[in-house]
């Protein structure tokens, strides 16, 4: 099935810093939702972007739409060791299938 | 409030049986999806459900079917499994209007065939 291209596909970071990460797409979408999925459990929405070009924040989250709407980067400031988990990024177009990317999995230690 | 249920939380099924999970949605939403978790991968759409009728389909065979209740309530099917499926099966409810803050997911139910 179709996946999103997210890159690093992991990453291990000390605790304080910041981190990006991006997500593209060879096609357009109308809607970028980034994830955050721990152990054993379901997705949970960290930021939704309804706009090209919008920038969005959520704490010490900041993500941002794409212009050209095939691509999205999410960015973590100031790390936290709750930050460790897989970050999924997902894309809308004009139906209400979500399209997830790969995953990227962060790792942050003390 | 409840979020978005999902039983059993772990199952092992032989292959070629057929194998039905549930889903209870947050209390108010309407809408069901249900996606296909591979170890290591993202989430694939496998269908979604309103007003006890199938929406839209992803790229599933037809061996996965599903069906939605009238209390909003759904469950997936799968026959004649096969060792690809098993996965992480979760169920993520919403509101038709698309608040996509709303869209809940499931901790999923883990199948293993054998």
């Known amino acids: 099935g179709q996946q999103l291209n997210q890159s690093p596909q992991s990453m291990f970071i000390q605790e304080g810093e910041d981190v990006s990460m991006n997500c593209t797409s060879s096609?357009?979408?109308?809607?970028w939702l980034w994830y955050k999925q721990d152990p054993g459990e379901g997705p949970v929405l960290l930021i939704a972007?309804?706009?090209?070009?919008e920038l969005t924040s959520n704490g010490r989250l900041t993500a941002q739409f794409g212009i050209t709407r095939k691509d999205s980067f999410l960015n973590i400031s100031a790390s936290i060791p709750s930050d460790v988990g897989i970050y999924f990024c997902a894309g809308l177009g004009n139906t209400d299938k979500l399209i997830f990317g790969t995953g990227t999995r962060l790792q942050v230690f003390p | 409030d409840a979020g978005v249920t999902q039983s059993p939380t772990h199952l092992i099924k032989t292959r070629g049986q057929q194998v039905t999970l549930r889903c209870s949605p947050k209390?108010?939403?309407?809408?069901v999806s249900w996606y296909q978790q591979a170890l290591g991968q993202g989430p694939q759409f496998i269908f979604q459900y309103y007003e006890e009728e199938e929406r839209q389909r992803g790229n599933f065979p037809d061996r996965f079917s599903g069906h939605q209740f009238p209390n909003y309530s759904s469950e997936l099917n799968v026959n004649a499994l096969l060792l690809g499926d098993s996965a992480l099966y979760l169920c993520?409810?919403?509101?038709?209007?698309?608040?996509?803050?709303?869209?809940?997911f499931g901790s999923g139910t883990r199948l293993t065939v054998v």
């Open positions: 096609s357009i979408f109308n809607t």
């Open positions: 993520a409810s919403s509101f038709l209007d698309r608040d996509y803050y709303g869209y809940t």
């Open positions: 209390s108010g939403h309407d809408t």
């Open positions: 972007l309804y706009k090209a070009g």
